[in-house]
């Protein structure tokens, strides 16, 4: 398999993976241009942060001290702002290993940077093994007490090369709860029991069924998930297109994920040459809740004074009848 990834946003613009009959395709969306990164992407294979997902009203209190971010989703902020990690260039330093390869970026968000307090050093490292699994670890130290979230918005489509959109693609994950959204797609505070709903996911289910559902969760984000979901001890999700017989398998030290099936996947811009519309590729986003700041019940998301974040997120492709 081959993995391609840019710099600018830590990027990734390629996983091509072969399907049953021997095809190798790329299975994630991507553009052919930096400018079209800059004024279309829907943040594209990109790493997302300091906070991934929105933050209500645009701010939050640390210390005592009200922060403001930018407001780029209407009256909140969504991934950060404009400023985020997902438009800036990062130093990249390459692995080659005897058992992996890869590549290790590293960024310094300045203090204020986006509205969040803190020197924030970064690092993702980006690493493939011959077990076919693409490792993302993120590693932060900051210098002031702060908020952090990262997580990777890559765009699946494991059809390959955009043969067919994500509708009939399989999803398992083990998740007892998700966290209901307002109309806004924020997190109301309020955790759901999946049980019943279009949101169990512990057995197999086809992702059309809840673009198909008339649940108003499903309604309120364009028919379909864009939800957070708390992950169960066995941090496993797998994807599964029937058609070409390829899979993704995800583990993670996270304790949610974001689930989005490209609803809002709309405008006058081209994906490799194909028309930008709905349900053209799945984002899983590893992360914490999001709005954490805001929940003090959900997995805090503040980083201490020279405290350490890490994370790490495997994603590993192989095939199935």
Not at 36 to 53: D, H, L, M, N, T
Not at 163 to 171: E, G
Not at 198 to 227: C, T
């Amino acid at each position: 398999m081959l993995v391609r990834i840019l710099d600018y946003g830590c990027t990734i613009t390629e996983i091509v993976v072969p399907d049953r009959e021997g095809i190798y395709e790329n299975v994630v969306l991507s553009l052919d241009s930096i400018d079209e990164y800059q004024c279309s992407s829907p943040y594209f294979g990109c790493i997302i942060g300091r906070v991934a997902g929105r933050i209500k009203n645009a701010e939050f209190e640390l210390g005592g001290i009200n922060y403001k971010l930018e407001k780029n989703d209407c009256r909140n902020c969504i991934h950060s702002g404009s400023s985020g990690l997902h438009q800036v260039v990062w130093a990249g330093k390459v692995i080659n290993e005897k058992s992996r390869v890869g590549v290790r970026f590293s960024y310094l968000s300045v203090n204020g940077e986006g509205g969040f307090p803190g020197n924030l050093w970064i690092n993702v490292t980006f690493t493939l093994n011959n077990l076919n699994e693409l490792e993302i670890s993120y590693e932060a130290v900051s210098d002031e007490k702060t908020i952090v979230n990262l997580t990777n918005h890559s765009y699946f489509n494991l059809s390959g090369n955009l043969k067919a959109d994500i509708r009939n693609h399989w999803l398992k994950m083990e998740s007892n709860e998700f966290a209901e959204l307002d109309d806004e797609k924020l997190p109301t505070g309020k955790l759901i029991d999946v049980d019943g709903t279009p949101f169990d996911f512990r057995e197999w289910r086809q992702l059309k069924n809840g673009m198909n559902s008339n649940d108003r969760q499903n309604r309120i984000v364009g028919a379909g998930y864009d939800h957070p979901f708390l992950l169960n001890n066995d941090k496993r999700i797998v994807l599964w297109d029937k058609e070409s017989g390829r899979t993704l398998k995800i583990s993670t030290t996270e304790p949610a994920v974001v689930l989005y099936t490209g609803n809002s996947l709309e405008g006058e811009f081209t994906i490799r040459g194909i028309k930008a519309r709905k349900y053209l590729g799945l984002c899983i986003e590893t992360q914490a809740l999001p709005d954490a700041v805001h929940h003090a019940h959900f997995p805090s998301i503040f980083l201490e004074r020279d405290g350490k974040y890490q994370s790490c997120t495997v994603y590993q492709f192989g095939l199935a009848n």
